[in-house]
């Protein structure tokens, strides 16, 4: 599973309570503490937001540092939305979306030591197991909405397995076989406070960081860190690609600067989006002038000429990876969609395929689904 993790702030998590107990903290007294549980009280909602001097050992330790938490709060104005709807279509707690940032510090292109990627900080077997792409073309770990639907579906499952919020956070980390092994050791009681010494030492300390985080991602204000702004437009619009076009054509055709639509479009590897009428790939660029997407239109429909620069020998690649390994190895197929499917009828048609998995391998932000229209699911 998702063992390590990138945010810099987190980094003396892997010493946990030694750390903190070195550390030169705040001496405060019963007001303040009870101030600060009773602002964490005001935010629980599904997940428990407990407080105890772990909790507030991360607390001191972000609000000390306001750059990063101000560079948290920019770009979650952007990732954040996309992580709700997620969470809400799921019926997930909205507070889950705060592990991306200690995840990933909301960075689609964080890669931890043991080889974790994306904002959710997935291996590749996890990935491939919830219906995530990795090939010569992209990496859906790193694509913001694809990865938080296989993100959803992860702790759906989780959480039918460990019944406590707090645990299946802690099996985000270390992986849900070690904590059921760490229920049983402390006596068979699904609580995260009674279990935590059964548990990875990383992982003893990473639900006191996800508190703490929450924490300081709400009453930021309080302790005066200001928002960073984001160097990118957040304000997008999503185009679906059925052929292949290089992010370069359509940054000249729309007058985007590349580098923005690179941030956006973070899971394609080779500045290429590698779609097919089969398999058609989301696009997301910045809004545009409404006078840009004639030329846009015809990029998108090649009506613009060839990229020769990049795109010749990279469909000729694309064709077969597509047609020789890559579609039989997952041995997905396409099926229609009638009238009166559903996505959940059509999930209970094919093993292995849950609604979750069904978007992640079309793209699907919504559950409405029309008669004819195209899906991916695995071969009966």
């Known amino acids: 599973m998702m063992r390590t993790f990138t945010f810099v702030v987190l980094a003396i998590l892997c010493t946990a309570d ?7 903290l ?6 303040e503490v009870s101030e600060v549980k009773l602002r964490l009280d005001s ?3 599904s997940v428990p937001l407990d407080y105890n001097e772990h909790v507030q ?7 000390n540092r306001k750059e990063q938490i101000g560079k948290m709060l920019g770009l979650s104005k952007y990732y954040f939305p996309i992580f709700e709807k997620v969470l809400m279509e799921a019926g997930l707690p909205n507070e889950l979306k705060f592990l991306t940032v200690i995840e990933s510090t909301l960075n ?6 043991s080889g974790a990627v994306g904002p959710w900080q997935f291996m590749y077997p996890t990935a491939k197991g919830y219906g995530l792409v990795m090939d010569s073309f992209v990496d859906e ?9 296989a993100a959803a579906h992860y702790f759906v499952d989780a959480y039918k397995r460990i019944g406590d919020w707090l645990l299946t956070i802690a099996a985000f980390n270390c992986g849900t076989g070690a904590v059921t092994r760490a229920i049983e050791k ?3 009681v699904a609580d995260f406070w009674r279990v935590r010494s059964f548990l990875p030492k990383e992982t003893q300390n990473y639900v006191p960081a996800f508190i703490a985080t929450v924490y300081a991602m709400n009453y930021y204000q309080n302790y005066g860190i200001e928002i960073r702004s984001p160097d990118f437009n957040i304000f997008t619009d999503v185009i679906q690609v059925n052929r292949n076009i290089s992010l370069n054509s359509v940054a000249r055709a729309a007058n985007l600067d590349l580098k923005e639509l690179l941030i956006l479009n973070p899971s394609y590897k080779k500045l290429i989006v590698n779609g097919s009428v089969q398999y058609p790939k989301s696009l997301v660029i910045p809004q545009v002038a409404n006078t840009a997407y ?11 000429g060839n990229d020769r620069d990049i795109l010749v020998s990279a469909a000729e690649e694309s064709v077969s990876s597509q047609s020789s390994q890559k579609r039989p190895e997952t041995r997905y197929m396409k099926y229609i969609v009638k009238g009166g499917d559903t996505l959940s009828g059509i999930a209970e048609k094919f093993n292995g395929m849950t609604v979750s998995k069904i978007k992640a391998l079309n793209g699907l932000t919504k559950s409405a689904i029309n008669p004819g229209m195209n899906l991916i699911v695995n071969q009966l």
């Open 18 to 24: 030694r750390t903190i107990a070195s550390l030169t």
């Open 26 to 31: 705040p001496v405060r007294g019963s007001g």
């Open 43 to 45: 935010l629980q909602n």
């Open 57 to 63: 050992g991360y607390i001191d330790i972000y609000l």
């Open 108 to 113: 689609p292109h964080a890669v931890s030591r």
């Open 141 to 149: 770990r790193k694509d913001p909405v694809k990865a938080s639907y």
């Open 186 to 188: 402390s006596g068979g």
């Open 294 to 304: 004639a030329d846009l239109y015809n990029v998108l429909n090649g009506l613009a």
